[in-house]
């Protein structure tokens, strides 16, 4: 009789607090502490996606918008039911497989017959489970904010017909009258930029919550005090006579973690703070170039509400209306790009703090993630410098009489609307008396983004080379000084008499 051969699995989660070794019972307290402040922290984040979530099942008005939104289709391209819903269903199965991921962040780690990698590989599809649910729930408030201007112009509107203009269709004007009736009841959501933004903030929060969960589970550096190893090397090779000034110096550009995570922050900082101040100026409507990029990314769209033939879609304004639908790659982006290299920037944050990494390997991958961001975001911004810079231009271009296009453009808009009343209240909803004239950018022209890139690019692969090569002699050192150390411990334990240490 064959005799069968069971396959158990060794694999067993591990939920017990208390322990015989002392040091591994306060790992396993340590563990739970960081996974609950980290579902804490991560359930306060998603503060947002709770009101959101409650504003699109509640709001009378979107409710009216998805009854009618199949005749609107015909007119205006707006958002329909499924894309503002479906990433709320995405994102909140996201949001409760991380919930699910920190409650077993401990009894994993600490699991029975699971290796490093997949142990390393858990926490990590936790961190990117969280920040995936922050992106649903953001790309479901980007569509409704496609419909939120939708319904403030609406609701702004107090004429249906006028004598310039064709009827206004029947469906749109019926819907006009509901959302302004049911003003006072609408739920204010935040803009397209402000979304990205609250994104940009949730990207790195939770990426420092990564921070901690790393912190709490790599120990490679500390089990064999190879830094502290290093500090003693370099103290012991101090010159007794050496002046402050040269003791400084040293200090400063000594080959250490700390040292180098602080010169990877100066450099990201130099090339990240023009980015900074650029994307500020383009996503908040406190300048005339942000108030000029919504003018022509939303009313051109919200205007076909009028059925007209001419107007806005005459030739002379092609220049302008090329970048209605640019809005997303030239303002979005880069403010989704500033925050995931604001995230990474955080590491080092952490580094300098500690003093100390606790892993070269995740030291070095964190290097050139950066860096590839630092790429990114300069190249994300130099594309919409050119696109801003080419908008601003063709609405400041003058024709023969000395009108700019820009006056042509809000001369147009006037004429579409008809009535007085209604383009007064359209004015001051998008302040369009603001650029109602010329519009000044300082990256206007190309040769200006070209210098600014040049430079932007000479610090960022200069940087990136003199400070890798730093940590390419760290690493190479510190796996000497690891071996030595390792060498040091096998002929100790020898020497006590321990013969089973190879």
Known sequence: MEKKIEFKSKFRLNFAIKDKVASVQEKNAHLYKVAIFSMFIFSVLMI??????????????????FDNWNALSEFLWLPSKIEILTPVYIGWGFFIATLIGFILLKPFL???????????????????FGIIAALMSSIAQYEFAKFQEFFTFE???????????????????????????????????ASEDSIWWILFIQIIAIFMLSLSIQNAVIVEAESLNINKYIDYISNRKKELSQNRMKSFLTKIFKNSDKNISNWTMFAAACILLPQFVYVITISFDTTKTSILTRTVHVLPELLKRYGIDEGLSQTSFSDILKYEKNYFIYCSLPIIGLGTTMATFMYFIS?????????????????????TNLVLIT???????????????AWNLQSENGVTAGNA???AIKGIIGNDSDYEVIEK?????????????????TVNVIAESIILFGIL??????????????????KRVGAQILFSEILAKRRKGNKNVK
């Open 351 to 371: 580094v300098s703090i500690r003093g100390e990494n606790k892993s070269q390997n995740l030291f070095i991958t964190q290097y050139f993630i950066i860096y």
């Open 48 to 65: 947002p996606t709770y009101i959101f979530s409650w504003i699109v099942f509640s709001d009378i008005n979107l409710k009216i918008y």
């Open 379 to 393: 190249c994300l911004n130099i594309i919409s410098k050119v696109q801003v810079g080419n908008l601003v231009e």
């Open 155 to 189: 609701s702004l509107i107090g004429q249906i017909d006028n004598e310039y203009v064709k009827s206004v269709p029947d469906v749109i004007s019926e819907i006009s009258k509901q959302f302004t009736a049911n003003k006072d009841q609408a739920y204010k959501w």
């Open 461 to 478: 692969i200069s940087s990136f080379l003199i400070i890798g090569f730093n940590i390419m002699k760290t690493t190479i050192f510190k």
């Open 429 to 445: 909803a998008y302040n369009l008396n603001l650029i109602d004239g010329h519009v000044g950018f300082l990256w206007e022209k």
């Open 110 to 128: 600490t699991a029975a017959g699971v290796n490093n990698k997949y142990k390393t590989s858990f926490w990590i599809f936790v961190i990117s």
């Open 409 to 411: 453009f809000i001369n």
